[in-house]
């Protein structure tokens, strides 16, 4: 389905199905409820509302359209996370994004900023792999004694580091203060200037305290970071300061450590269930956590049964700062202004890209296909990229949309079969690459191919031969690897299917065939590395007779195939009758034929001899049968 939403002060196209609610409807944002069968558009001011999938918008009693108010009097983009609740961006002059849970009810406004700074700590010393514990906390001033953070994280060999801005309130020579316990290793760096001690590298057996001094200015964010690590004994850390005009340092309060986001107006939901909101009035985006914040009460009445439902407003968790251009040489040296539209498409992240040459965005998006275990086949697209640029695409699968952003990305060619992708949500990121602002590469047609089988491609071919010759048969398999094969064959003389010992590959192979072989029947059962087996076939053998050159009239010797070895399977050793037939004999003189049939024993029977006469025969099929019947193929 296919939703097209046109501002009212556009006149609808002929042949162009448009719905207008009602003046001044300006729809920035639209998304699709994941939960509910339900499309929920902005109208550009107060409120939100929503469609049914059948195209026909939500009312109330009355019969007028049901609008929800969001929490401002703007609003731009708009996404419903996994558990149906409605995030909306409130646009430029703000710093809110509204939230409203399934049925509408507006639960508050998360402020866009993060009061605090980003702590990560790790079960290690050298800050290796994914943190144990990810948290927001200021000021930082920690005194664990003997014991640790938190449960996930050792009370020795452990290590944390905390980061982002740092605001002043009075302009002037400010004096950082590092302390830290005996034996641990600390450094702190201010705007990419670092200070440290020996005890980094070696530790030592005294309290550290390290000073940094700097001029910092008013209305001024600098970036900051600590870094600490515990090896043994007692655990404490803290970060003070001396500001212009005192002489007693204090721990530097929460409120200093504040990242603050203007306009937020692209808004999106990623892969663990996080909400993201571009700010277009600050080089930021900033990630809320739904589970996180002021706590709300609503009423909810299903079936005349009361529900009391506890939901958290929201609260910001984490600053990524696409940086203000000052470190970039041209003509990449602009501040990060992210529009981004409703739903943050086109990000130049410079976190990722941080020399920004070339130039490059991405685009996201996370695809419920609401079949578990669906294999990906592959992904298709078609592109216009001008010289100098570039087109990526990478992809990841999971049954588990919050397990999703753990997987690992794989990068795909266009239209070619991907082995190893299995999953009911599939996560696509797309990187447009360019060398100069002014080109644009684009991307359009986007497809997913997907099937229910790890089998790719399974196919059991016919196969066939001239007598004497090997046959072949072929299994062509695309799946998880390692593939497995067991052959198994039919003759024409048996009534069943037998395991073919010692044939454990993709090609199955008759040695030295003849007509007796003519349609035998192969199957083959393959496994792969998903657990799943199919059967193929069965596939067909045919055999084609060889041609037996014979001398001609005039000359005498054996004919080009001498003897001309038939092997007779599946007959019993005394047999009654035997019957020879030859096809397709063509020569001058049949009177200068010999046929001769040999048996296994060796006893010799002449078949032919001294007949036939001297007139001329083409493609004649003679039959030698013991018992001579008046018969119109020449039994004899």
Not at 50 to 74: D, E, I, M
Not at 159 to 175: D, K, M, Q, S, T
Not at 330 to 349: H, I, K, V
């Amino acid at each position: 389905m296919v939703w097209l939403i046109a501002p009212t002060n556009y006149p609808p196209v002929e042949g162009t199905n448009w719905f207008v609610l009602y003046p001044g409807v300006n729809a920035y944002g639209v998304a699709v409820d994941p939960v509910y069968p339900y499309i929920w558009q902005t109208t550009g001011g107060e409120y939100v509302f929503r469609w049914r999938t059948n195209g026909v918008p939500v009312t109330n009693q009355s019969g007028s359209v049901n609008l929800h108010f969001h929490g401002n009097n703007s609003s731009q983009g708009l996404v419903v996370d996994g558990n149906g609740h409605v995030w909306v961006a409130h646009a430029i002059g703000s710093t809110t994004v509204g939230h409203l849970d399934t049925n509408g009810n507006w639960l508050g406004n998360v402020q866009m900023r993060l009061t605090g700074l980003r702590g990560e700590y790790f079960p290690n010393t050298n800050f290796a792999g994914i943190p144990a514990l990810v948290r927001v906390e200021a000021p930082l001033d920690f005194n664990w004694g003997y014991g640790s953070p938190a449960p996930s994280v050792p009370s020795n060999y452990f290590c944390a580091r905390w980061f982002g801005v740092l605001e002043p309130r009075v302009e002037g020579e400010h004096v950082l203060i590092l302390s830290a316990d005996a034996g641990a290793a600390v450094q702190l760096t201010l705007e990419g200037q670092t200070v440290s001690s020996n005890w980094w590298e070696e530790p030592g057996p005294y309290p550290v305290e390290l000073f940094l001094t700097n001029y910092l200015s008013t209305n001024t964010a600098y970036s900051l970071k600590v870094e600490y690590i515990e090896f043994t004994g007692e655990a404490r850390v803290k970060l003070s300061w001396i500001e212009p005009g005192q002489t007693t340092p204090v721990v530097i309060p929460p409120e200093r450590f504040q990242q603050v986001g203007t306009g937020p107006t692209g808004v999106s939901v990623d892969a663990a269930g996080k909400i993201w909101a571009a700010n277009i009035g600050t080089h930021n985006v900033m990630r809320i956590d739904p589970n996180a914040g002021q706590i709300v009460l609503t009423t909810n009445v299903v079936g005349g049964v009361t529900n009391i439902i506890t939901n958290h407003v929201g609260l910001v968790d984490m600053v990524v700062d696409l940086g203000d251009g000052s470190f970039h040489p041209e003509p990449y040296n602009l501040a990060a202004s992210p529009y981004n539209y409703s739903d943050m498409t086109g990000f130049n992240n410079r976190i990722v890209n941080p020399t920004l040459q070339p130039y490059k965005g991405y685009w996201m998006v996370i695809h419920d296909s609401g079949v578990p275990e669906l294999w990906w086949d592959r992904i298709s697209w078609d592109a216009a990229v001008p010289d100098g640029c570039n087109i990526e695409v990478f992809v990841r699968a999971s049954d588990d949309r919050s397990a999703l952003a753990r997987q690992r990305f794989l990068q795909v060619t266009n239209n070619v079969v991907i082995q190893e992708l299995r999953g009911r949500y599939i996560e696509l990121r797309v990187a447009l690459i360019r060398d100069d602002p002014t080109k644009q590469p684009v991307l359009y047609r986007l497809t997913l191919h997907a099937q229910s089988t790890s089998f790719l491609r399974a196919w059991l071919d016919d196969a066939w031969a001239y007598e004497t010759q090997d046959a072949e048969f072929y299994a062509e398999v695309l799946a998880p690897e390692p593939v497995n094969y067991w052959w198994y064959i039919k003759r024409p003389w048996t009534n069943e299917f037998e395991l073919v010992v010692g044939a454990s590959g993709p090609t199955l192979t008759l040695t030295g065939v003849d007509l007796w072989d003519d349609w035998t029947e192969v199957s083959v059962l393959v496994s792969n590395a998903a657990g799943e087996t199919v059967w193929l076939g069965p596939a067909t053998l045919s055999v084609y007779p060889m041609q037996i050159a014979i001398p001609g009239s005039g000359t005498m010797g054996v004919a080009s195939r001498y003897p001309a070895t038939i092997h007779v399977r599946g007959m019993p050793t005394n047999l009654a009758s035997v019957q020879v037939t030859l096809y397709y004999l063509s020569h001058k003189r049949p009177d200068d034929l010999d046929i001769l049939l040999v048996s296994p024993s060796g006893k010799k029977i002449m078949l032919m001899s001294d007949a036939g006469g001297n007139t001329a025969v083409t493609n004649v099929t003679l039959v030698f049968d013991q018992v001579f019947t008046n018969n119109p193929q020449m039994r004899i």
